[in-house]
């Protein structure tokens, strides 16, 4: 959610600042901030809204130094203010946080029996008052800060900046991602790699309860125990971190885009040239010791994963739980033996995910991550990580990411039943020819794009939106909704085809448009029937289908948007593609922000 960055250089710091801040936007955030050390002295600007409005701010309020932390907060405590805009200050301490400080109530009360005021509504100024006061007490910079943090229960990302400390920050991870920097005589601090992609490849990822002590030419990490900690510096690929348009309008348009070509490269990652076989990395996975599968996601990801209980009880034939992550841990359940417990997770520091993964320890036979990043705390804490290799998505709502956990979910599924043995060696090659030709079918699917627009003028104009699916069309048709919602904010709702007459049917009337995922495959005589319960209630159709579906269905369809045929495992990650057009030229239409919308953060690091 919120970003993080700071800067112990040689440069004035604002700029930098600035500029990092400008790689963290696609986190989401309401307000933004800076402070600095200049000769001594501690200062801060902070602006609502998007970040011109602070670089605005700078050009009529210079804030000079060569220190500094800045920060982009997604509101959870407080309304998006100048008062609660982070850096939040007490006397000589400035702080940015990434989080949630549970205890917060506590802490104010008893800094209130101090005498000591507040100025904000948020949780965070609570770090800086106490830090400030143990400060008072007579404790140095380092040991006010580690006391502050010893006090705080919850999950935190912090950065702490010191009145009269030029060559200083204290950082602390405990939930919420955060990296360290290494410079030439310089050091910096950000919440991802992306942050801090243009000022250094070196990175040292804190690990879960670590606290560092940087200057500029000195880093310190001691572990949640105390100790000193000798934590690994990574050399990134900072190709890796472009955020660039490259000529599209937005990063989502880009990124849909991009898709035949991330998905090939995924393909070839784990289906290499000439192999007939799926090959997983290090020390892989056999199915043929696993009874039962539980994947546990948050949002798209965890579409990705109702779609994959598809294709591994079909294909082989193992039974699949799947579950949203903030319910999972929660109800406690069982992990019986020979179960795999499967996480999916763009980020990979999705917090409630991370939560259920680490309640899965010492229970699950093996725990396996599907991810974006791979120096992720998700992937660092799974026996086995699978790289999406879907690369940077600034896009709040995710599409080639969702289209690469799909395409590598699939080939995993097709690994299991290979062990198991529950597809003939003709099936198995069968499935994978006809994996290797899906950026092929991507790429027809995108030429489709004007028609989609056409039908999205359409639906722009419509208040509520029903998506239907059968079979594994019916988690796309949940996507396809939530896609819609995000980026355009229309009301729309999915449901499975067949429950339309148990309830949703009572929704319909000249006003509704329905959107029907249907490839001409063994359900869609079905999805034909519930067309005709729609279009009799003078419900407008829009169907997404191949050339066979289309000509057997369009006589009093409203709309239509024509797929390639493809093979039917391929099928929801090829209808993937105009769920998201669709939704993007709705956007549009409207003039919504398409790729950072209202109130939603790419990365959620809290609960």
Not at 62 to 69: A, D, F, R
Not at 123 to 141: W, Y
Not at 286 to 294: A, E, K, P, S, W
Not at 450 to 471: H, N, P, Y
Request: aromatic share 6%; proline share 4%; charged share 25%.
């Amino acid at each position: 959610m919120c970003g993080i960055v700071g800067v112990l250089g040689d440069h004035e710091a604002a700029p930098i600042l600035v500029e990092a801040l400008k790689r963290l936007e696609y986190r989401g955030y309401d307000s933004a901030g800076i402070a600095t050390v200049n000769k001594g002295a501690l200062d801060r600007r902070r602006a609502v809204g998007k970040l011109v409005n602070l670089s605005d701010l700078l050009v009529h309020e210079p804030l000079p130094g060569k220190s500094g932390i800045g920060h982009t907060r997604w509101a959870t405590h407080g309304a998006p203010t100048v008062s609660n805009a982070h850096p939040h200050r007490a006397g000589s301490v400035a702080v940015v946080h990434n989080g949630i400080v549970e205890n917060y109530r506590d802490l104010r009360a008893e800094l209130a029996e101090h005498g000591i005021e507040f100025q904000t509504e948020t949780d965070t100024e609570t770090v800086a008052l106490l830090a400030e006061h143990f400060l008072r007490s007579g404790l140095d910079p380092v040991a006010a800060a580690n006391r502050a943090i010893d006090r705080l229960e919850g999950a935190f990302a912090l950065a702490f900046l010191f009145d009269g400390e030029e060559d200083l920050i204290v950082a602390a991870r405990k939930g919420s991602p955060l990296a360290i920097g290494h410079g030439d005589g310089e050091m910096f601090v950000g919440s991802d790699a992306i942050a801090l992609a243009p000022l250094t490849d070196r990175i040292t990822y804190l690990e879960e309860g670590d606290r560092a002590v940087l200057t500029r030419t000195s880093l310190e990490i001691r572990d949640a125990q105390g100790e000193l900690a000798n934590r690994e510096m990574r050399k990134i690929a900072t190709d890796r971190t472009r955020a660039d348009k490259e000529g599209h309008k937005h990063f989502m348009a880009k990124e849909i885009a991009e898709q035949p070509t991330v998905i090939a490269e995924a393909i070839r990652a784990y289906l290499p040239s000439g192999s007939d076989e799926v090959r997983l990395p290090g020390e892989g996975l056999d199915f043929g010791q696993v009874d039962r599968l539980t994947m546990v996601a948050c949002g798209t990801a965890y579409f990705a994963c109702l779609t994959a209980k598809y294709w591994f009880e079909q294909l082989a034939r193992i039974p699949v739980e799947v579950d949203i992550a903030s319910e999972f841990r929660y109800r406690e359940p069982p992990i019986p033996d020979r179960t795999v417990a499967l996480f999916v997770s763009q980020s990979g520091e999705t917090a409630d995910t991370l939560a259920a993964l680490r309640y899965c320890e010492g229970k699950a036979d093996k725990i396996v991550s599907v991810v974006n990043v791979p120096e992720s705390s998700i992937a660092r804490e799974s026996q086995l990580a699978l790289e999406i290799h879907a690369g940077v998505e600034i896009g709040v709502a995710s599409t080639k990411a969702f289209t690469c956990q799909l395409s590598v979910l699939l080939m995993l599924a097709l690994k299991a039943a290979q062990d198991r043995g529950t597809l003939t060696p003709e099936q198995i090659a069968d499935h994978l020819s006809a994996l290797r030709g899906l950026p092929a079918l991507l790429n027809a699917a995108l030429d489709q794009e004007d028609a989609i627009r056409t039908a999205a003028q359409k639906l722009s104009e419509a208040r509520d939106v029903l998506f239907l699916g059968r079979g594994a069309m019916y988690p796309l048709a949940h996507e396809g909704a939530l896609k819609l919602k995000e980026i355009s904010y229309i009301h729309a709702e999915a449901y499975a085809s067949g429950e339309l007459k148990h309830g949703p049917i009572a929704l319909i009337d000249k006003h509704m448009p329905v959107v029907v995922m249907a490839p001409r495959d063994a359900l869609f005589d079905k999805s034909i029937s519930n067309m005709q319960e729609v279009m009799a209630r003078k419900g407008k159709v829009l169907l997404i289908s191949d050339d066979d579906g289309i000509a057997e269905a369009q006589d009093g369809v409203w709309s239509t948007v024509r797929m390639p045929h493809a093979h039917p495992s391929l099928t929801p990650i090829l209808y993937a593609v105009p769920a998201q057009l669709l939704a993007y030229h709705t956007a549009v239409a409207k003039g919504t922000d398409v790729d950072q919308p209202r109130n939603l953060a790419k990365s959620v690091t809290v609960e």
